[in-house]
């Protein structure tokens, strides 16, 4: 891994944990920055090279924030919808025992 990214990759780390975020969605973030390592690197590489322009590199870097953020926020909806349905059972069995 570029080691830019790396240092970035660890300073997350430490803000994430500071921020008491709970482990499994670091786990989560951790994976989908790790899918798309392949992806950073090379556009990590083609600025260095000159390839892409600040603006060029910049555009690029958005499209893979916005990647992640719709990948986590729909990992989050799926989250939610699993804890609904446990409530529900939940509160469901407890209507039918008692009425």
């Not at 240092?7 to 500071?18: G, W």
């Not at 899918?35 to 590489?45: D, P």
């Not at 910049?58 to 893979?64: H, K, T, V």
């Amino acid at each position: 891994m570029n080691s830019l990214l790396e240092h970035a990759l660890s300073s997350l780390n430490t803000q994430l944990e500071e921020a008491n975020i709970p482990p499994q969605l670091i786990d989560s973030f951790q994976q989908e920055l790790q899918q798309r390592e392949a992806s950073m690197n090379e556009l990590i590489a083609a600025r260095e090279s000159g390839e892409l322009s600040l603006s060029e590199f910049e555009n690029e870097l958005e499209r893979e924030r916005k990647v992640i953020e719709a990948e986590m926020l729909s990992q989050q909806i799926a989250t939610k919808s699993v804890i609904q349905n446990a409530v529900n059972k939940v509160f469901h069995t407890l209507t039918d025992r008692i009425v």
